[in-house]
């Protein structure tokens, strides 16, 4: 597909791929494993440095390559639990119970940048902080009444920046102001995944690739896993799919798929613009997102030359190449001065939501599980693929407050929303149009 907007040489993989595409392995299937992980992404990865560490043999299966998911695909933006922390959460679960949740998410911040240091992992990370922009006075003001609470839970600054003020967090005068939170960070997704593998891999862990796994059984002493490849027999298994948990090809876990809405993100990449405009239009090189339903995000490369905008351009079913000029045009509205740049990359990614807003981990019918990131997944799903590990080989010190908690789904649901996310996505584009009009 040509379009005017792509760049000689347009590309519908991973911009971060150009220095970090996740490589090919040839380990064969072994027929026997003390702990096997599905799913080759932050989460089992981090899970199955953290069961090395504490002497499990270890196998991680992915039907594609490892790390060649959302892990690789999505924005760099290292969240410390922002999108979890807020009165709503207390509201639901009581004060403690609320209170315990908020500081469990906030705590993968610190849990993933320790891990950085301590496997010296080449990723780019840096502690930059993010400007949440307000997309409406509305919206403006329900970040306000939750600024407080979050520098209480994260422990770092969270302060309101009117939109007088707007311009020394962003070259723009799109939004109403916004809150500037400390408590974020950014990398190189590509060169993370990458990273952490080659951690678990030293730690001994063995990693397989292009195994997809058709189903799961409980049997006298363990499990029997039954892939496209073989069988593989476990004592124990864990489930680490999350965005790509329903597949017609073959679904490891039917039950985690029915409680996981997945949804696709789509990232475009500009030409290099220079650093001067970079500097101009991202001032302290913050992470930006917008409190839209349809909600945009976006930031500089890590090299700081071009611009990576991403969002949920497209409700239906659309490659890459169709959801880049929409992205464009989100992407020109804020920064106008960018009409004429071209795109060197587009790309898509499956995130996962749940019905209740929350991550979880647990156990059911023996089999372990770690998902539904909201969204916000570099720190959190590293964080939860740690504490299912802990919990797996009997060694957490205390409950995990995201351990356990009721995993809703809905009733008919499959897991597999298409057939009406075009409908929720027209009603909240709708309601987006309200609340601008509104202002």
């Keep these: 597909m040509s379009h005017p907007l792509f760049a000689p040489g347009f590309k519908t993989s991973p911009w971060w791929w150009e220095a970090a595409e996740p490589p090919q392995r040839a380990n064969a299937l072994p027929d026997r494993a003390t702990v096997a992980v599905v ?33 690789s695909r999505n924005g760099g933006m290292v969240s410390g639990g922002l999108k979890i922390v807020g ?66 839970i994260t422990g770092l600054p969270a302060r309101m920046l009117p939109k007088s003020r707007q311009r020394e967090a962003l070259g723009s005068d799109h939004y109403h102001g916004g809150m500037m939170a400390a408590a974020t960070g950014s990398l190189h ?49 864990l489930v680490t799919t999350n965005g790509y948990s329903l597949d017609r090809r073959g679904t490891a876990s039917p039950w985690l798929a029915r409680r996981l809405v997945p949804l696709n993100s789509y990232i475009i990449a500009t030409e290099e613009l220079g650093e001067e405009v970079i500097d101009r239009l991202f001032p302290g090189r913050r992470m930006i997102s917008d409190s839209k339903r349809v909600l945009n995000y976006f930031r500089p490369s890590p090299d700081g030359r071009r611009v990576l905008w991403g969002g949920r351009a497209s409700f239906r079913a659309a490659t890459a190449e169709q959801s880049a000029p929409a992205l464009h045009g989100y992407m020109t509205e804020c ?67 995201l351990d356990g908690l009721p995993f809703p789904t809905r009733p008919l649901y499959s897991g597999n929303p298409n057939w009406v996310l075009p409908f929720i996505g027209g009603w909240f584009r709708l309601r987006d149009r309200i609340d601008r009009r509104a202002a």
């Design 39 to 71: 799913g080759g992404g932050y989460a089992g990865l981090s899970a199955a440095l953290t069961l090395r560490r504490l002497g499990q043999p270890v196998v991680v299966l992915d039907a594609e390559r490892i790390g060649w998911g959302a892990s």
């Design 87 to 152: 009165p709503a959460l207390e509201a639901v679960h009581g004060r403690e119970r609320g209170r315990a949740i908020a500081l469990a998410a906030a705590a993968s911040l610190p849990f993933i940048e320790e891990t950085i240091a301590r496997e010296e992992i080449d990723c780019d990370y840096v502690r930059c902080g993010r400007f949440a922009a307000a997309w409406s006075p509305r919206h403006y003001d329900a970040m306000a009444r939750k600024a407080e609470l979050l520098e209480e």
């Design 335 to 401: 920064f106008p001065e960018l009409a004429k740049v071209r795109l060197t990359h587009a790309w898509t990614g499956n995130v996962a939501f749940t019905f209740d807003s929350l991550p979880h981990i647990g156990v059911e019918r023996g089999i372990h599980y770690a998902a539904g990131c909201q969204g916000s997944g570099v720190a959190m799903a590293s964080w939860l693929g740690h504490n299912v590990a802990l919990k797996l080989a009997g060694a957490a010190n205390e409950p995990f407050p």
């Design 189 to 237: 997704p590509g060169k993370y995944a990458r990273g952490l593998a080659a951690a678990a891999e030293r730690a001994g862990a063995l990693l397989v690739d292009g195994v997809r796994v058709q189903g799961i059984h409980e049997e006298a002493g363990g499990f029997r896993i039954a892939t496209d490849r073989g069988e593989l027999r476990a004592d124990a298994v």
